[in-house]
């Protein structure tokens, strides 16, 4: 038996993303960013690592300067003589200063400056880096709130239509002016919203807890509410244009990068340390009282060039410089692996874009308002008792493709 239906669509379906204003007591996600940067530990951290950088610049750069010691002893001495002179017992005193200036090292001096000056860079690069990770963690969590609390008020929705479209078919069932299938693919769908719904729930809870752990506070739903817009005026053009902008601008490669530049310092400050020789200029005074046994004073002006040269036996320079020069060649692969990851994640995170870009595009028309001008005759194929449940009918088709509210209100009328 055919039946003939007549849907009379009352209600329009509109369809619109409404982004509400920010009130003025919840905080802007900028202004929660510049408070993050200035009083997160992770931050701290950094600023202390920079700190203790350049003090090390600075003690590598007094050895450039000359070296002033002071020696002063005092004492008792007796000296026992082999002839028949009588044996000396006498207070002693003895006071030396001495300046020495380092002439010539072989570039021990210069190397140890130029790896110092080197994790200067490194330490202000790894400042610069932590400052962008909390930037992208702030701007990520505030993004994920909005979608996850938007996602979870839709679900919401969709539960309380779909509840209300069951009851409907249930009330055709008992008048008689329905089928059980219907009831039956209704709850399917009810239980498939309740499902969502707690998907919905369990990412809103993260995304909770990200922003708690970031900013020390529960959020509310001002903060899930405030939008970030995408930055198209700051995103590079072309592929190749974010890969060269990834390669300049990444902060850990650059770090990495520093790295194997202090690693390259090592070797020639232990090739200069360990394997030559140093010269320096020798100043010194000593003043002494009652030396050698003998009751009087003596000073001693010295002025000497002086070299030194120190070699191990065992041959402990050339193994340092080997394993300088290992420790080299594993943070240079490191560097070479990363910039090459970087490379990756670029690429990668460009296709992402590309095709949320383009799956936007298609969803596009769903933004706007949609009115349906009815109302509308409509002769379809209708399910019977007999239609199995794995066949679609023009009503399920229709009741898809138009959703739940476009359908609440239907007269059935046979003809």
């Known amino acids: 038996m055919i039946l003939r239906y007549v849907f009379i669509l009352t209600l329009g379906i509109a369809w619109s993303l409404v982004i509400s204003s920010v009130p003025a007591t919840a905080e802007d996600y900028q202004h929660a960013l510049k408070r993050l940067v200035e009083t997160h530990k992770r931050v701290k951290t950094a600023q202390a690592d920079l700190m203790a950088a350049e003090a090390a610049a600075s003690k590598a750069r007094s050895g450039w300067y000359p070296d002033v010691t002071v020696t002063s002893s005092a004492g008792h001495q007796r000296i026992y ?16 200063v001495g300046l020495r200036q380092n002439l010539w090292d072989f570039g021990t001096t210069s190397s140890t400056v130029d790896k110092a000056d080197t994790g200067v860079k490194q330490a202000e690069a790894a400042l610069s880096q932590v400052i962008q990770d909390l930037t992208l963690e702030t701007l990520t969590s505030y993004v994920n709130l909005e979608r996850a609390w938007r996602t979870e008020e839709f679900a919401r929705q969709s539960v309380a239509n779909i509840t209300k ?82 390669r300049k601008t990444n902060r850990q490669l650059e770090v990495l990068r520093l790295s194997s530049e202090v690693a390259r310092l090592e070797i020639e400050r232990v090739r200069s340390s360990e394997l030559y020789p140093k010269v320096a200029a020798v100043a010194q005074r000593k003043w002494e009282r009652n030396p050698d046994g003998l009751d009087a004073d003596r000073t001693q002006h010295i002025f000497k060039v002086e070299m030194t040269y120190q070699f191990n036996s065992g041959l402990g320079g050339l193994h340092s410089l080997e394993a300088a020069r290992q420790a080299y060649l594993s943070v240079d692969g490191k560097f070479t692996d990363l910039r090459d990851l970087v490379e990756e994640q670029v690429r990668n995170a460009w296709q992402n874009l590309e095709t949320a870009r383009e799956n936007a595009g298609y969803l596009q028309p769903l933004k706007k308002v949609v009115r349906f001008q009815g109302p509308a005759l409509i002769y379809p194929i209708s399910r019977l008792e007999t239609t199995p449940l794995e066949m679609f009918t023009v009503i399920d088709v229709m009741r898809a493709t138009l959703g739940v509210g476009p359908c609440e209100y239907i007269l059935d009328v046979a003809g």
Request: aromatic fraction near 4%.
């Open 165 to 246: 479209q069951t009851g409907m078919e249930e009330s055709r069932v008992v008048r008689g002016g329905g089928f059980s299938s219907d009831v039956l693919q209704s709850k399917s769908q009810l239980a498939g919203a309740q499902a969502r719904l707690v998907r919905a729930h369990g990412q809103w809870v993260s995304a909770n807890n990200r922003f708690r752990a970031l900013f020390n506070r529960a959020p509310d739903t001002d903060d899930a509410r405030q939008h970030i817009t995408e930055p198209n005026d700051l995103l590079p053009k072309t592929l190749d244009e974010a890969i060269e902008l990834g």
């Open 81 to 96: 003589k082999s002839n028949s002179d009588p044996s000396t017992r006498m207070p002693t005193r003895e006071l030396t």
